[in-house]
């Protein structure tokens, strides 16, 4: 008799966050047994024409995309805020990386930087991403 199916859907909110869920998150996940999905937040929703996507401008865009997941218009989303690292939209860490390094590419250099460095050392250096991931592995 096998176990009840993990699963877990990472919602992320731009195409950086996206390749470090895909190629780092994603397999730490599925190498505990979890069964994953991924999509990235759309942000703007024309009526014709294609959906803008990444970008998170406020905690309550997240509820909506994630209650249009789970097709459910009564869920309460306790969660927090998408990122706990921001203070605002001037000190998002690739703003802050721009002042180190000019010629930064927040969707090129990030995942890079990021996969180069390896979950162990970040979880070291992020005491929020080790509480998450820890949630998964307990």
Same mark, same amino acid.
């Given at each position: ?24 998150? +994603? ?14 937040? *759309?942000?703007?929703?024309? $009526?014709? &024409?294609?959906?803008? *996507?990444? &970008?998170?401008? &406020? ?7 994630? +209650?249009? %997941? ?8 306790? $969660? ?11 000190? $998002?860490?690739?703003?802050? %990386? ?7 590419? *927040?969707?090129?250099?990030?995942? %890079?930087?990021?996969?180069?460095? &390896? ?9 929020? %991403?080790? $509480? ?7």
């Amino acid at each position: 008799m096998t176990g009840a199916i993990r699963r877990v859907h990472l919602l992320v909110e731009g195409q950086t966050e996206e390749v470090v869920a895909d190629s780092v998150i +994603r397999p730490h996940l599925e190498g505990l047994g979890w069964v994953t999905s991924l999509s990235l937040v *759309k942000t703007k929703r024309p $009526a014709a &024409g294609p959906s803008h *996507k990444g &970008g998170i401008t &406020g905690w309550g865009q997240v509820q909506r995309d994630i +209650r249009l %997941l789970l097709n459910d218009t009564s869920l309460d989303v306790s $969660a927090g805020g998408p990122e706990l690292v921001n203070d605002g939209p001037a000190t $998002a860490p690739s703003k802050r %990386l721009l002042d180190y390094c000019p010629g930064y590419v *927040k969707t090129v250099d990030g995942p %890079l930087a990021i996969q180069d460095l &390896g979950l162990a050392r970040l979880r070291a250096a992020c005491p929020h %991403l080790d $509480a998450w991931l820890r949630t998964f592995e307990e």
